[in-house]
């Protein structure tokens, strides 16, 4: 690993997706005497995590740290105010990985001088263990950096490697907005039931658990979706004669598209 007791591994703000990361850490037995979170105002539940496993908390990073990694997992409008209290906990062996959105590399460069970064775009599901984490490594980033990067990642779902940094706003469009997507299909879905004559509670349980199952169901069988569609629909079937609705002329895939270009487009502007 990249880090140790000594040189420790600093979490920079422990809300939902960092606390998330961290839970996920030690479910997969990480050295909690090798982690120091700092974060101003703790949740209950965080600090009890914490308390749990011996984890030291900081409210401000002290001048005797000198960190392995650090994961800055704060807001992007925080940015100019967290990222000076660092500073002094990075050397230029440190690496610097980020899960804000908007922030380029150049930022952390401007801060820190010529040391390695990881951007990082993960998802919410992380929560759940189960999300997927797009990285893009600096050129500074060594081997057995970016095997501590892939390990800490993996303990909250999966891991892919970007060869270039303008991608990560691609990656936003998809999967890091990906799943308010997936949540609004099963809102659609609940409505729809209503509309035709289902019981708010009935449609809005038979909604969640067919996008939830559904999901699991593409996850465990490893089928390309197209695949799993057609498993499904039988011919002149009452599948067929709703995809006919949904897929009419150029159907769902040009909303999609478009959803995510602009979800692309407000990650640019975010970016400057």
Known sequence: ???????????????????AMLSGWMAEGIDPSAIVVCDPGLSDEMDALLTRHGI?????????L????????????MMDTVLPGIRPAVASDTL???????????????????VPVCRCMPNTPAMVKRGITAVYPTGLVSERQKDAVAQLLSAVGKVVWLDAEDQIDLVTGVSGSGPAYVFYLAEALSKAGQDAGLPEDIAHELAIATVSGAGELLHQSGEHPSVLRQNVT???????????????????????????????????????
């Open 1 to 19: 690993m990249s880090f140790s007791k000594e040189r420790p591994f600093l979490l920079v703000g422990a809300g939902k997706m960092g606390g």
């Open 56 to 64: 030291r908390h900081v409210a401000a990073v002290p001048d005797d």
């Open 66 to 77: 000198h960190a392995g990694i650090v994961l800055v997992a704060v807001k992007p409008q």
């Open 96 to 114: 610097i990985m980020s899960v804000a959105a908007g922030t380029p590399v150049s930022k952390f460069l401007s801060v820190f001088g010529d």
């Open 234 to 272: 039988s011919p002149n079937g009452t599948t067929a004669a709703a995809l006919d609705v949904l897929m009419h002329e150029e159907g769902l895939q040009p909303v999609l598209s478009e959803a995510v270009a602009a979800a692309v487009k407000r990650a640019r502007e975010l970016a400057g």
